[in-house]
């Protein structure tokens, strides 16, 4: 089996990748004004509170094989960028050979304000310690943001 498995769902779950990663795109600003940014940005505990349980909702989604659902309760920003069908095709290719979900644990929350090749707002990027059925040791990173009709809503997806 692969060692990463990265959804590739769209522009967005690539920002997603290269916040946590510290990669760089020509698009992208220099690693180090990143961090630098991300920094200056205070904890919002409220907004990580939010985002983790609109995340823990998603994911349910998602290991319950509703991959469809999942599109729907996604940012408008992600549906903007790739459809449904498309969006679902990419899960069931990336969730189905892992199997069933064994454990999952929070690992870790970031707020910010800005990411990559997306647009200024608000986002809370999420780590979690995954075991799943054909792959023992997984983390993975669910982005939600605030969308526009001020609930937050998830813009990211990624397994490695």
Do not use: H
């Amino acid at each position: 089996m692969r060692n990463y498995i990265v959804v590739a769902m769209s522009a967005v779950l690539l920002v997603s990748a290269l916040v946590l990663s510290g990669c760089k795109s020509k698009e992208s600003e220099p690693e180090s004004e990143v961090v630098k940014r991300q920094a200056s940005v205070e904890a919002n505990p409220e907004a990580e509170k939010a985002a983790i349980e609109v995340a823990g909702a998603w994911l349910k989604l998602i290991d319950d094989g509703k991959y469809s659902q999942s599109w729907d309760e996604a940012a408008e920003y992600v549906k903007a960028l790739v459809n449904r069908d498309d969006w679902q095709k990419s899960l069931r290719g990336a969730r189905q050979p892992l199997g069933r979900l064994v454990s999952r644990e929070l690992k870790t929350k970031s707020y910010t304000t800005s990411a990559p090749g997306a647009p200024d707002g608000q986002y809370v990027i999420i780590q979690y310690d995954t075991s799943f059925q054909n792959k023992v040791s997984a983390i993975e990173t669910v982005t939600p943001m605030l969308d526009k009709d001020g609930k937050w809503k998830v813009s990211g997806y990624y397994i490695r």
